[in-house]
């Protein structure tokens, strides 16, 4: 294996690749086009000054990306680890896993333009245009939720004018997995169309109960509809409304207690074995309306409204220190509704200069009822929470054409930000039977938070010739602070951000490729921690960061045989300025308590945390691998009977990440890990027949951790699916 790694490290290395996979074709005129809405028109890949990754539907099956956290091995510099509640989704090392509903994530995830609460995260990917993963700080157009970067998935619309097709997949493989997933487009009249997808999966859980409790932890049973309906009532104006609901159940996270932490004598001797003594359960709801407007005028110039209406809500279960030695349980209910509106206006593409206007609001409301409960003192902790976030935005982007050759660009966003906590919200103890009716208050978490920040960025593209784009930026970006408690608050986190690269074209539109570097230079940055003064993992302000690195791509079509290869590194350094709790060998005892203050009564309810503050070294950044790369190959066999047979193989490697920082290599590291993936397609007519098979080698490897507790992913998983088109 390791002169695999080196094999196919050098050639990624050789290759000088790009930050941009894009679609690949078969035709002879070359690498098929990819055009890209993230700066609100129309554009190439290759022609935005930005590192990004775009995604064609075809491609993302090809990659074997069928969810989320697939991205992460198809990506260079992005990584996504399960973190129970939520997913750390990180993009050079910049991101934040956290429940927590002050906080705002460093990478923002967006769907058909709405920005995704991070709760409710991990739903397969279904009728899908395609995806975009866009590195670095995108305050202009994606404001506070993106100083690491963000990412865009974009579902299928329906198509008004078109006919009347679809298609319908059937698929089964290993752990009694089956799969069913389709979508018709409905073309009504000549001005409206409908479009309806649906996606159903199950399978058995990977894991085996061996403990008192037998829940079938980490099954999978999720059903999703999508309608969308298309009206194009003039020439100038489109109306697109779409409703999604989605319903999945896990049967609850499966992990087991980190080496050397508290509970690690309960661990069971193989991976994919679980003792719990406590009923799991992780069931997981979402809903979205949305209505996306557009009117062009005749000038060209486009005005554009974006509202969306996002209901999510988690119900779990947690055997908290996931043994049978003790019966510590945690149990969650967190909802988040979130309204959003965006109205743009977009000058007309062929505009001596060209600009963007834009407006934003959203709203989240979060309800967090949190019980914790074990055999020893305190008995039962409450957390409750009702808290309500408002971002407002307005923001500008214009370019202009120095020369034939020469664009510039600056864009700018103002952002304003107010969190509040209900009256009330805050941690009990001693609830009901073992203490007065409602329990204790021991920690008040309410209060109000506000700021506001500027952000932007100033690129210069110069382009040589239609085959190579060189571009540079400067940009700032920054994400707000909020408030923890009464008497805690955390500060707003700031990037400046130095980007150069170089896009190109060659060997007649049959090699892509383009290569970037950057420099990042963060002030107050956030992470999370144990917050003494109530007991919660909370945000702090942890030091500053600097983080600089490389990434490169390529893709290539030879004939018959399609290259694809990504690099990514990165090198980063951070420096913490303060103590921080060491979770790894906290007691359950200490659950959501605050910090006794030798003063209480015996009434009152504490912990002391004094031995397990400790001074911490500084180090990388969290989640951060130095290096990652990916390569991919397929060829396309022509049979006599006119059908097509493509194998092709993906692989992905992505170095150590520290996952905390006392940077403990027998707690606190995620090991690097290689991870093969094939698949064998037959297509003839109309149909489609497919055999594939993800993690080929049966990689064991820690995929994140939640609390003192360390999730791993699938084993060696197969099977075949048949598309029929229509």
């Given at each position: ?442 920690a008040v978490i309410d209060g109000t938070y506000s700021d506001s920040e500027n952000v932007g960025k100033l690129s210069v593209t110069y382009t040589k010739d239609e085959n190579n784009m060189f571009y540079g930026f400067v940009a700032r970006g920054a994400k707000p602070g909020g408030i923890n408690s009464s008497t805690s608050i955390f500060d707003t986190e700031t990037v400046m951000s130095y980007e150069a ?83 790894r060998t906290l007691p359950a005892a200490a659950q959501n308590l605050p910090q006794c203050s030798g003063s209480e009564t015996a009434a009152d309810v504490c912990f002391d945390y004094s031995p397990y503050l400790a001074n911490v070294a500084g180090g990388p950044n969290l989640l951060a691998p130095k290096t990652s790369y990916t390569v991919g190959a397929e060829y396309l066999i022509a049979m006599d009977n ?85």
């Amino acid at each position: 294996m390791k002169t695999l790694n080196k094999t196919l490290l050098s050639i990624a290395v050789l290759a000088a690749t790009t930050s941009s996979i894009t679609s690949l074709t078969y035709a002879n005129e070359g690498l098929e086009e990819v055009v890209v809405t993230a700066e609100r028109r129309d554009r190439d890949v290759q022609d935005i000054p930005i590192s990004m990754t775009a995604m064609t539907a075809e491609q993302l099956e090809n990659k074997a990306v069928a969810r989320l956290d697939d991205l992460a091995y198809a990506s260079p510099g992005l990584t996504i680890t399960d973190a129970g509640l939520t997913q750390s989704v990180n993009i050079r090392g910049i991101g934040l896993a956290s429940g927590d509903p002050d906080v705002t994530n460093g990478v923002g995830t967006y769907i058909d333009g709405l920005f995704q609460p991070p709760i409710v995260s991990t739903l397969d990917f279904f009728d899908v245009s395609n995806v975009q993963v866009l590195r670095g700080p995108q305050g202009t157009f994606a404001g506070a939720n993106s100083t690491g970067g963000a990412i865009m998935i974009n579902s299928t619309r329906p198509e008004v004018g078109g006919e009347f097709d679809g298609y319908l997949t059937l698929g089964a493989g290993n752990f009694g997995a089956t799969e069913a997933s389709g979508a018709i487009n409905l073309p009504v009249s000549d001005t409206f169309a409908a479009r309806i997808a649906l996606n159903k999966k199950d399978r058995d859980s990977y894991f085996d109960s061996i403990g008192p409790d037998d829940s079938e932890v980490a099954m999978l049973d999720e059903t999703a509809a999508r309608i969308g309906l298309q009206w194009n009532p003039t020439e100038n104006l489109e109306i697109y409304v779409k409703y999604e609901d989605s319903e999945k159940s896990t049967g609850g996270y499966a992990y087991r207690p980190i080496p050397n932490s508290t509970y690690a004598a309960g661990r069971t001797a193989d991976q994919y074995s679980i003792s719990y003594n406590t009923p799991s359960q992780n069931d997981e709801v979402a809903q979205t309306t949305m209505i996306d407007v557009k009117y062009r005028f005749d000038n060209g110039v486009t005005v554009s409204w974006l509202s969306g209406d996002q209901y999510k809500e988690i119900t779990n279960v947690v055997d908290t220190d996931a043994t049978s030695i003790e019966s510590n349980a945690m149990s969650q209910f967190v909802t988040e509704d979130q309204i959003s509106h965006e109205l743009n206006i977009i000058s007309a593409d062929d505009a001596a200069i060209q600009w963007v206007l834009g407006g934003y609001y959203q709203r989240n409301d979060v309800l967090v009822d949190i019980t914790n409960t074990s055999l020893g003192p305190p008995f039962v902790v409450d957390v409750d929470i009702q808290n309500d976030k408002t971002i407002r935005g307005v923001f500008g982007h214009l370019g202009y054409q120095l020369s034939d050759d020469l664009l510039v660009e600056f864009g700018m966003r103002k952002a304003w930000f107010d969190n509040g906590v209900d009256e009330g919200s805050g941690v009990k103890v001693g609830r009901g039977f073992f203490g007065p009716p409602g329990g204790v208050p021991v920690a008040v978490i309410d209060g109000t938070y506000s700021d506001s920040e500027n952000v932007g960025k100033l690129s210069v593209t110069y382009t040589k010739d239609e085959n190579n784009m060189f571009y540079g930026f400067v940009a700032r970006g920054a994400k707000p602070g909020g408030i923890n408690s009464s008497t805690s608050i955390f500060d707003t986190e700031t990037v400046m951000s130095y980007e150069a690269g170089w896009k190109g074209n060659s060997a007649d539109g049959m090699l892509r490729s383009s290569v970037n570097v950057f420099y990042n230079d963060y002030t107050n940055f956030q992470s999370s921690n144990i917050d003494i003064t109530t007991g919660r993992s909370n945000v702090y302000n942890v030091a500053d960061a600097t983080i600089k690195g490389l990434e490169a791509a390529v893709e290539a079509q030879l004939g018959g045989l399609l290259i694809d290869a990504s690099f990514s590194y990165v090198d980063s350094s951070l420096e913490p300025t303060q103590p921080i709790v060491n979770t790894r060998t906290l007691p359950a005892a200490a659950q959501n308590l605050p910090q006794c203050s030798g003063s209480e009564t015996a009434a009152d309810v504490c912990f002391d945390y004094s031995p397990y503050l400790a001074n911490v070294a500084g180090g990388p950044n969290l989640l951060a691998p130095k290096t990652s790369y990916t390569v991919g190959a397929e060829y396309l066999i022509a049979m006599d009977n006119g059908a097509t047979l493509t194998p092709r193989l993906n692989y992905s490697w992505m170095a150590d990440q520290w996952t905390n920082f006392l940077y403990d290599p027998a707690t606190d590291k995620l090991s690097s890990r290689g991870l093969l993936s094939a698949m064998l397609t037959y297509e003839k007519d109309n149909w489609m027949l497919r055999a594939w098979g993800r993690n080929l080698t049966d990689k064991v490897y820690v995929s994140g951790q939640a609390g003192n507790n360390e999730m791993y992913p699938a084993p060696r998983t197969f099977g075949v699916t048949g598309t029929y088109k229509f």
